[in-house]
């Protein structure tokens, strides 16, 4: 879709003479004869770039620059004028306008400035989205042969402009895939927008997704473009798909079918390109059996169907993304890791996390924070944790030492592992070990002593 622009001139001629240059370079062009005229245009049209004269009948082009920027200050504005000054130009780059100049205009200098505005307001509107989207910052982590299988279908599939369909239980990672997939497609330079469908009520998710014209509705006081437009050759993320109402679902269908609508109270049709990955932790063919999801629309969306395993169908998994967790709080705070006893990492891979890979993430924090430089045990986990750890197998290499040992060296043997491993937990503070074991300091001390581990 081609770039917009709108010329705000009284004179035709200065008007005529534009057109005809951004039209040779391939943009919309859009004319207003006055700045009331353009700022209504700038609403119901949406340009991406305005050029915006000084001497105006009524409002002048300065007042018009102003509103303009306090209303959407990522459009980018060139005044022009044939009575330029340096006080007018400052004036007008101080109230945010991206260029000024001066009549008689150039053709080499309006097809730069008009390049280089359009290009700046594309990076602000793209700063604008990652301001108000909060990304995810983990990246999809597998060893597992099932994510392994699903990273390898990601990849094939990512760089093509199929529509996916994720599924998956609530934490496995929905929305990371979705980026991945935009991450490694063609549209990656292109905004991906996100919207979550379970999260706006229906009364306003059409608006939501299409937009509105000015009175559109009671409080529509102004137009509004819609994630739809946002998205234009790049990706549309619909997480939640199917918490989407009947209603609106008919009207999604008709929209992708078509990769065209009309604003809520609009009648121009607007026209769009747009990749589309939805996601969605229900069982839709459930929802389908049960008439509250449409069927046409479920085929439609899973042009490439991709499940996302739950984490207790990849406990191999469990270690890496600990460890991957672990450091990022390590980097973020600046304290040392804490380590695990293999006690701990065995009943951590035995636990079910119903939270999948976000309660296991928040569990990392947790524990970085509670257990900083120290070594977390099976009696530092929570309890429902703790009570799924396997028994140990008389073959586990960890008693494969003590039971060569005659029993004097294996019970000094299990001391020392024992009370250097409390040691630590306790900084190397030998009254804290005392305490904490249930032993008197003194004695302590010349065990400690007599068994070669040098306290801090």
């Known amino acids: 879709m081609a770039a917009k622009v709108l010329i705000i ?5 200065i008007r005529f003479s534009l057109r005809g240059i951004l039209e040779d370079e391939g943009y919309e062009v859009l004319e207003a004869g006055s700045a009331e005229e353009g700022l209504a245009l700038v609403d119901s049209a949406a340009p991406d770039l305005v ?7 009524g409002m002048d082009g300065l007042a018009a620059q102003e509103t303009l920027h306090a209303a959407h200050p990522e459009l980018p504005v060139i005044i022009i004028s044939g009575h330029g000054s340096i006080e007018t130009a400052v004036t007008a780059i101080r109230q945010g306008a991206y260029d000024f100049i001066e009549k008689p205009l150039s053709l080499d200098k309006v097809v730069i400035i008009a390049a280089r505005a359009l290009e700046t307001g ?12 909060q990304p995810e910052q983990d990246q999809l982590i597998g060893q597992s042969p099932v994510m392994k299988k699903f990273l390898e279908m990601l990849h094939r599939v990512a760089p093509t402009d199929a529509w996916v369909l994720l599924t998956g239980e609530n934490g496995t990672g929905k929305e990371l895939a979705a980026r991945a997939l935009h991450a490694g497609s063609r549209r990656a330079s292109e905004p991906l927008v996100a919207v979550n469908c379970a999260a706006i009520p229906e009364e306003l998710i059409e608006s939501e997704l299409f937009g509105h014209e000015k009175g559109a509705f009671t409080s529509a006081e102004g137009a509004r473009i819609g994630r739809f437009e946002m998205a234009n050759k790049g990706t549309l993320f619909l997480d939640e798909i199917g918490d989407m109402s009947l209603r609106t679902q008919a009207k999604i269908l008709r929209i992708l079918q078509e990769q ?7 009648t121009r049709t607007i026209r769009v390109d747009v990749r589309v990955i939805a996601a969605t932790n229900k069982n839709l063919e459930e929802a389908i059996a049960a008439g509250t999801f449409r069927e046409d629309l479920y085929y439609r969306l899973r042009v490439v169907p991709l499940h996302l395993p739950p984490l207790r169908e990849r406990t191999g998994d469990v270690r890496p993304l600990l460890m991957t967790f672990i450091g990022r709080q390590e980097r973020m705070h600046g304290f040392r890791a804490p380590e695990f006893s293999e006690e701990a990492l065995r009943a951590l891979e035995a636990y079910s996390w119903p939270g999948n890979v976000r309660e296991l993430r928040n569990f990392a924090e947790r524990m970085a924070i509670l257990y900083a430089g120290r070594t977390i045990t099976l009696a530092d986990l929570p309890p429902e944790m703790a009570a799924c750890c396997p028994p140990m197998q008389d073959g586990d290499s960890a008693d ?4 060569s040992l005659d029993f004097k060296s294996a019970r000094a043997a299990f001391e020392a592992r024992y009370l250097t491993a409390r040691l630590r937990e ?5 009254t804290r070990l005392a305490e904490s074991v249930g032993l008197e300091r003194s004695y302590l001390h010349r065990k400690l002593k007599g068994l070669g581990l040098r306290t801090e």
Not at 400 to 403: C, G, Q
Not at 426 to 430: D, K, Q
């Open 9 to 13: 001139d009284d004179e035709e001629a």
């Open 51 to 57: 050029f915006l004269d000084v001497w105006l009948p």
């Open 400 to 403: 494969d030492d003590l039971l």
């Open 426 to 430: 306790c900084g190397g503070n030998v």
């Open 260 to 266: 065209s609508f009309e604003r809520v109270g609009g």
């Open 122 to 133: 594309s990076l602000r509107r793209e700063n604008a989205l990652l301001k108000t989207a």
